[in-house]
């Protein structure tokens, strides 16, 4: 599953990778997941907004991390997390959209107008998670993206003779050594 990390580059540099950190350093779900950053792409003669907004449509789980600051708006009035929100909701609505908002409630009058204004349509539309620190960030975050592997049925709850390929359709069976599997056992 490819993931799509947007927060204000600037602000929240550390907490955008510690996410990617957080993933691929954890045995449990890095073979699960594809972590994009803007930051480890290398210098290139492309629109940064053309080529952001195409990792987002890429992307199967947007992971947005909101902050204090709203960060710098383009012409469309939108700054670049909030675009990208809106056109991950448009490209795939029932897509997996994670939020985690750094500070307390108390700290919530203070977030800039736009942030405010952000922060209350994601709240009204999904759940979301607080942090203080980084390594409450990455608990959360491993949290989350073992919960998604979970509903998607894709971490063994059981015996792996007992678990679902749920990759494989009719095809994957070989008829002929079901029919003699079930001769020999009627035989036996």
């Not at 800039?112 to 409450?136: A, G, L, M, V, W």
């Not at 894709?154 to 002929?176: M, V």
Request: net charge negative; with cysteine.
């Amino acid at each position: 599953y490819k993931i799509f990390v947007s927060a204000n580059q600037k602000e929240l540099r550390g907490e955008r990778f510690a996410i990617r950190d957080v993933v691929n350093s954890s045995e449990t779900i890095r073979g699960f997941f594809d972590v994009f950053l803007f930051e480890d792409l290398p210098a290139k003669g492309k629109s940064p907004v053309k080529t952001y907004l195409k990792y987002v449509d890429e992307s199967d789980i947007y992971v947005c991390i909101i902050g204090m600051e709203y960060g710098i708006k383009e012409k469309d009035g939108l700054s670049a997390t909030e675009r990208e929100y809106r056109r991950f909701l448009k490209r795939k609505p029932d897509g997996e959209i994670i939020a985690f908002v750094k500070g307390a409630n108390q700290e919530d009058a203070k977030r800039d107008k736009d942030t405010r204004d952000f922060f209350n349509e994601i709240k009204t539309s999904f759940i979301y998670k607080r942090f203080n620190t980084i390594e409450k960030l990455e608990t959360q975050v491993l949290n989350s993206l073992i919960s998604f592997l979970d509903d998607k049925g894709e971490l063994s709850h059981g015996p792996f003779d007992e678990t679902i390929c749920r990759d494989a359709d009719y095809s994957a069976i070989d008829e002929k050594a079901v029919k003699d599997y079930l001769q020999n056992r009627a035989v036996k």
